[in-house]
């Protein structure tokens, strides 16, 4: 089974950054595109962050120009740095392989003063 852990949660006061880890378990990670979730309270789960195989990215709107997605082969892990936080970040953050059904924990990010 595969695993995925996410950590660098936190809380942190509007206008401030976090980064986000996940490792992950599965064999082969470089071929495999992933993916950045989030879920606030009482919505649904959205995706906010993608990147491919070949280092190519996406972002939701909301997070264009504050959020950066990497990978880092070497180590089974893609980060999320989360810059210029807002209230409305507030969420469980969730990675994902891209056509795997598996989801880590999720790390809790609370921006709030």
């Known amino acids: 089974q595969v695993q995925l852990v996410e950590s660098g949660g936190g809380l942190v006061q509007p206008g401030g950054s976090l980064k986000l880890s996940c490792a992950t378990s599965v064999f082969s990670f470089s071929i495999y595109a992933m993916n950045w979730y989030r879920q606030a309270p009482g919505k649904e789960r959205e995706l906010v962050a993608a990147?491919?195989?070949?280092?190519?990215?996406n972002y939701e709107d909301s997070v264009k120009g504050r959020f950066t997605i990497s990978r880092d082969n070497a180590k089974n892990t893609v980060y999320l740095q989360m810059n210029s936080l807002k209230p409305e970040d507030t969420a469980v953050y969730y990675c994902?392989?891209?056509?795997?059904?598996?989801w880590g924990q999720g790390t809790q990010v609370t921006v709030s003063s």
């Open positions: 990147i491919s195989s070949g280092g190519s990215t």
């Open positions: 994902k392989i891209h056509g795997f059904q598996y």
